[in-house]
């Protein structure tokens, strides 16, 4: 069944581009234009719209505005703002009724992309409990100015990895955190890395572009000290299921892209907490107060007085930031793998058999719940029996580490 597509631009000339952009995108999309956020709202009423794409500063009623009520009358509608409006203010302002943004001018690849990668989260995306927890948050976090120059030289026909070196070498306090996250022990390489360009070459694009992501994000949060949450020892957690996730898939797949995503999703798939606790401070501080008394695991513990996990709320940031589903999907599901039984070896079951054994290398507390894997969905997927290699090479990598030292 094809696709409601409903776009909204105060500009006639704009629409018009529009309509010739998307000829051929017929086949696959219904697609309605309007001029005004009351015009978008009267055709939202009168058809079932699957995805919105509005245009950020309109008279009446602006983008922001008119997503939210889009938001309201039709929460499973997907909501993208298309603007060359750029300003900080105004896009957080968007940030809570908008599911992504996209930049004037958009070549109709890139639309094209966005919008099936989002209808590919929908279900992420308009998860009921995350919904009810940002709409209670300011202001999410927004994408570092650099990782989106990063995207646009790597979207390019010929991207220059000596372009996305001088990029990062650019923003020093970047530079400095990302080299020193490079050179630490837990990534095992066997040489000093003294440039962003040297890192890139060794670890490749995507690996960079998490750590980007993830320098950015550990440096906006500062815990409260009454949280008794060591950020320090989540970033290291983070970064060796980021080593572990390479260890594993590089014996899966020769597919250095397929090994680069199962990378960036070890990194990034508790970033969730983050959120958590620097926006709830009160209720995550019951939170693990619950978890050290009754020795559960923090996911549980979220569950039950949260209605929603550090996972899912990490996946609606990255899903917001529009990075590749197969990373959103592998840190949404990476403590339930089974409601994605997807057959054979993905990102997602990386992601979780990593770092379940993360957790079984590096015992902080023996006293703490483990994280066990899901092992019938692992049987499910036709990866049991590739368990004990994975085992084998994860322990190793680990006694490595240990060997070389922080």
């Known amino acids: 069944m094809k696709k409601h597509l409903l ?4 500009e006639p000339n704009f629409l018009d581009s529009l309509r010739r952009m998307l000829h051929g995108m017929r086949k696959e999309w219904d697609l309605s234009f309007a001029q005004s956020g009351a015009e978008a709202l009267a055709l939202l009423e009168a058809a079932p719209v699957d995805v919105v794409v509005t245009d950020m500063r309109m008279p009446g009623m602006d983008g922001a505005h008119l997503l939210a009520q889009v938001q309201e009358r039709s929460p499973s509608t997907i909501r993208i703002i298309l603007s060359g409006q750029s300003e900080v203010g105004e896009v957080l302002k968007a940030v809570k009724p908008a599911h992504q943004f996209l930049s004037k001018p958009c070549t109709p690849a890139e639309l094209k992309r966005v919008i099936n990668r989002a209808l590919t989260l929908r279900d992420i995306l308009n998860d009921e409990a995350v919904t009810r927890i940002i709409t209670r948050i300011d202001s999410m976090p927004a994408l570092p100015a650099l990782f989106l120059r990063l995207v646009k030289e790597l979207q390019k026909d010929e991207p220059s990895v000596v372009a996305v070196g001088d990029l990062i070498a650019q923003d020093v306090g970047m530079s400095a955190g990302v080299l020193k996250v490079v050179n630490s022990s837990f990534f095992g390489l066997r040489t000093h890395v003294a440039s962003p360009h040297q890192a890139i070459n060794l670890l490749g694009t995507e690996t960079i ?11 906006r949060y500062v815990a409260d000290p009454d949280l008794s949450i060591d950020f320090t020892g989540l970033w290291r957690h983070s970064a060796r299921v980021s080593v572990l996730c ?6 899966e797949t020769p597919d250095a892209r397929s090994v680069d995503l199962c990378s960036m999703a070890g990194l990034l798939h508790d970033v969730g907490k983050l ?9 995550y501080k019951n939170v693990l107060a619950t978890v050290r008394r009754e020795n559960r695991p923090i996911h549980e513990v979220e569950q039950d007085r949260l209605g929603v996990t550090h996972a899912e709320v990490g996946a609606y940031l990255l899903g917001l930031w529009g990075l590749d589903e197969h990373v959103v999907e592998a840190v949404f599901h990476h403590h339930n793998p089974e409601r994605r039984p997807d057959p054979g070896f993905t990102p997602l079951a990386c992601v979780h058999v990593a770092n379940s054994l993360e957790h079984e290398f590096t015992i902080i507390n023996p006293d703490r719940a483990p994280h066990p894997m899901d092992l019938a969905c692992l049987e499910q997927r036709g990866l049991a029996g590739r ?5 084998e090479a994860c322990a190793k990598n680990a006694a490595q580490e240990a060997q070389r030292g922080e």
């Not at 572009?209 to 440096?219: D, E, P, Q, Y």
């Open 7 to 10: 776009f909204v631009d105060d």
């Open 209 to 219: 572009k998490a750590l980007v992501l993830s320098v950015h994000l550990f440096t």
């Open 246 to 251: 390479r260890t594993i898939a590089h014996l």
């Open 275 to 283: 959120v958590l606790a620097c926006h709830f401070t009160t209720e």
């Open 387 to 391: 368990l004990p290699l994975w085992r």
